[in-house]
């Protein structure tokens, strides 16, 4: 597969999906963020040559991307657009796997069908980020697993440039995250956009430039870590905390429930079929659109 941009062209990459595509964690010298997304779009083509449109929210779900964000992404008529959400829909007390589904669904198949190239990509573990005990962790280890086999099939149906991180286990070096643990640091947004820029290039997109590694701003003080925490971080505690703890609660009763009684297997095979069911349930058809960049 070959995809080849003259520089005379102008690359116009859409990028939705929630605060880790905001830039969150890569702050700039002026108070903004800078993130992954823009990143990548540096090494994509030369100044001039590439529109990036940053549509991403804080706190954005799957549901928020469709009905918020993919109307404006499809308006600005993208040769590439990404779409990286999910975490968010893990960590609240409500989880409908089959809605979820159907808009991720929806949205990778009307960005393919609107000719752009999709990056996606599967979601690390917030549990052990956040390092939650194991008996609150696996249930949400299990919506992880769920979301990302949705997202691994629907990659290869739409032929979506896919990163699988499950596969990057360098992406749960603490180095890699900022101080709340859930959203990634300078160093780690660039990982995710050297991981992207790598797939692109198996895909035959050619790139401008290469991706530097290293940070260019110094890590943030202990102050300033400290400050975050104090301020926003304790902030989005105490948000999660009233959605998703008392759900995460009973889902760990119900956890050491099984275990205690050698039935965890129970709720293994309990998820494979709803995720069997959900896939199923999904139209077979695959998303028009040949997978690869043209010339604009």
């Not at 903004?32 to 001039?48: H, I, N, T």
């Not at 299990?142 to 290869?156: E, P, S």
């Not at 780690?188 to 790139?207: I, K, P, S, T």
């Not at 400050?227 to 998703?244: F, I, Q």
């Amino acid at each position: 597969m070959t995809a080849v941009l003259e520089h005379t062209d102008v690359l116009r990459f859409v990028a939705l999906g929630d605060s880790v595509t905001v830039g969150l964690g890569d702050p700039t010298p002026d108070g903004g963020w800078r993130g992954w997304a823009a990143l990548l779009s540096e090494s994509l083509a030369p100044p001039g040559h590439v529109e990036l449109i940053n549509l991403a929210r804080c706190g954005a779900r799957v549901r928020d991307v469709v009905a918020d964000q993919l109307p404006y992404a499809l308006a600005g008529h993208p040769t590439l657009a990404s779409v990286v959400v999910g975490v968010n829909d893990t960590l609240r007390g409500r989880f409908e796997l089959a809605t979820i589904a159907s808009d991720l669904d929806e949205a990778i198949t009307r960005l393919r069908e609107a000719g752009a190239l999709v990056l996606t990509a599967s979601l690390p573990d917030p549990g052990i980020m956040l390092r939650i005990p194991g008996l609150l962790r696996h249930p949400l280890a299990r919506r992880i697993q769920a979301i990302n086999t949705v997202l691994d099939h629907l990659a290869a149906r739409h032929g979506t440039v896919h990163l699988d991180l499950t596969r990057h286990p360098a992406l749960y070096d603490r180095h890699m995250w900022g101080v709340d643990r859930i959203h990634p640091s300078e160093r780690g947004h660039r990982l995710l956009a050297q991981l992207f820029a790598v797939m692109l290039a198996d895909h035959g997109v050619h790139l401008w430039d290469r991706l530097d590694p290293q940070p260019s701003h110094p890590a943030p003080s202990a102050w300033a870590q400290v400050r975050w925490l104090a301020t926003k971080g304790t902030g989005w505690v105490l948000r999660r905390s009233l959605d998703l703890l008392p759900h995460l609660v009973r889902m760990g009763i119900s956890e050491w429930w099984h275990r205690v009684r050698n039935r965890t297997a129970r709720l293994d095979a309990r998820l494979r079929s709803e995720i069997d069911n959900v896939l199923a349930a999904l139209a077979p058809e695959p998303a028009a659109g040949s997978g690869v960049l043209e010339d604009s």
